[in-house]
DNA sequence: GCAATATACTAGGACATCCAATGGTCGGTG
DNA sequence: CACCGACCATTGGATGTCCTAGTATATTGC
């Protein structure tokens, strides 16, 4: 972004509810807050190393949960679920991958209802490609302490696994 | 949202890095995914909450922000670097809560460039009346461990502060 | 003092997300 | 086997974010 600011904003904002009379949830506003500027720095830094590829983090997610997929197809609400977005923001990401020949859509053999989405080759390599950038220049330098990252898996996981995401261990 | 799933999504993204030879930054990957996804499950609450207001998250912080500033107006500029959003954002936000009456713009007294966003009384009822809101439905049920709270403030702010957010202690 | 540069804000466009409504397709139940 | 509720996907609308100009006002520098 631009320059560092002087202060902390968020340090402030605590202040500022213990201030006035809300010190017993300061802390918890502080540290939600803190995630909320946190994935807006991280976005940014994905955004721009998927730019030269022509794709968002929105369809580079897509991308990537494709060419995980067994035969590099699912199922248009299948996506919709495991990303956990709203269906239509699958068509809308589908739409845009299928102008940029990324991903080709196909009727489900058996059932009329569903939609396929399933990579292209070119997708196929522009996943791969995609992550390997991902990987070299967001995920190696994530800019969080070597031990922190464990903890921070740990106590978002609980947290997903509390606010109803998943069941498993 | 929907039915919990029976696989925690991300901990399968992690072991598919894993199993391709990217094991050295699946844990990042893994956390960075789960900060995406924290978010959008904080913000979804938070929003939920601020619905009654006729509020959404992005015109309540600017209403929370002013109502903090010593006489309860900031120029848009001063908004925008402590928001840490794009400039346009707040000539978004500030449009429609003009329109709703809980702010009002004014000229800078010595600086012909610059515009004052200035709360009107009703923007300060529906900011306190908003806040308690927040405070009792949100923040004080965040969800997060007790002990995690602290951790989460600590490691998200050595993250924001080595991202170049601010330089304070 | 005036021209060049910098700063503040607005306008318009590209994307993404969610919600509500619509149109097909499946399936279980009489 | 026909019907009605459940499910899948798309469309259109509202919001928000960022980016790229474009306009107006300040500041700087010669």
């Given amino acids: 972004m631009g320059t560092p600011l002087p202060r902390d904003p968020i340090a402030d904002a605590r202040r500022n509810w213990e201030d006035h009379g809300w010190a017993e949830v300061a802390a ?9 500027r946190t994935q807006q720095i991280l976005l940014a830094r994905i955004e721009v190393v998927l730019k030269p590829f022509g794709l968002t983090f929105a369809r580079y997610e897509l991308l990537a949960l494709l060419s995980f997929a067994r035969n590099g197809s699912l199922p248009m609400k299948k996506a919709s679920t495991l990303l956990q977005v709203h269906l239509t923001s699958i068509t ?3 739409d845009r991958l299928q102008d940029a020949g990324l991903v080709r859509r196909s009727p489900h053999p058996t059932d009329g209802r569903t939609t396929l989405v399933e990579l292209t080759s070119e997708g ?3 996943a791969k490609r995609s992550t390997t950038a991902l990987n070299a220049e967001v995920f190696s330098a994530s800019g969080f302490g070597p031990g922190d990252i464990d903890q921070l898996i740990r106590i978002l996981g609980d947290f997903r696994r509390n606010a109803g995401d998943f069941m498993d261990s």
């Avoid at 918890?28 to 909320?36: D, Q």
Wanted: charged share 5%; glycine share 0%; net charge positive.
């Fill in 28 to 36: 918890p506003m502080a540290a939600i807050t803190a995630i909320m």
């Fill in 92 to 94: 809308n990401a589908v």
């Fill in 124 to 126: 196929r390599t522009l």
